[in-house]
C-alpha cells in the first residue's frame, strides 16, 4: 500500500492506495504455494529423479524431473536456512514429504543429496548441504532467470550437478 496525499474539498488529506505491484506478489505468492504442493507430492515417488542437463548456455546443471533449473542461496551453505517469507514467494524451496529417505538422482548427478526439515510434514532436499530452490521467474524448462540474482542476503547460483563438494556446488560463471 502506499501513502499519498490529495486535495479533497479544498482540504489536504493522506488517502492509502494499493501499490500497484501488489496484484502482482499475490499473484506469485499463490504461484509458489501452488508449486511447493506440486512438488511435494511429486518428488517423494522414485518417478521423480534430479537430473544434469543443459539450459540458458549452462551446461551441466542440476534440474527437476520436469527440467526446471534449480538453485542454491550461497549463505545457506550447511542446510541453514536463510530463505523465508517473503523470500518463498520467488524462490519455492524443492519439498518432499517428511517421510521421503532418499531423492533418485540421474546420470551425472554426483553430489550428495540431503535434507533439512521445513515443517512437521516436509522436508526440502539439500545438495552439498545447500537447500535447493527453484525460482519464479523460470516460467518453464530450460530457462536460468535466477542465475546471479543478489537478493535475501546472498546471491543466488544454478547448481552444477557433476560437484561433490559444497565449494564447487553454485555456478558462479555465465
Known sequence: ????????????????????????????????????VTVASASSGP?????????GGFPGILVSSNHRSLYVLNVEKGGHIHCRAA???????FLVNSS???VKIGNGVKGKIGFVKRSANTKQVTFNGFPVYWFSG???????????VRADGGTW??????????????????
Do not use: I, Y
Not at 47 to 55: G, H, I, R, V
Open 87 to 93: 523470500c518463498l514467494t520467488f524462490w519455492p524451496p
Open 1 to 36: 500500500m502506499l501513502t499519498e496525499p490529495h486535495e479533497a474539498n479544498g482540504t489536504s488529506q493522506t488517502r492509502t492506495r494499493p501499490h500497484r505491484w501488489s496484484g502482482w506478489a499475490a499473484l506469485l505468492a499463490v504461484l509458489a504455494s501452488v508449486t511447493m
Open 100 to 102: 521421503v529417505t532418499s
Open 157 to 174: 547460483g544454478l547448481v552444477h550437478a557433476g560437484s561433490t563438494s559444497a565449494a564447487t556446488t553454485r555456478v558462479t560463471g555465465p
Open 138 to 148: 523460470d516460467s518453464g524448462a530450460g530457462q536460468v532467470n535466477g542465475q546471479a
Open 47 to 55: 518417478s521423480a529423479p534430479l537430473e544434469k542437463s543443459s539450459a
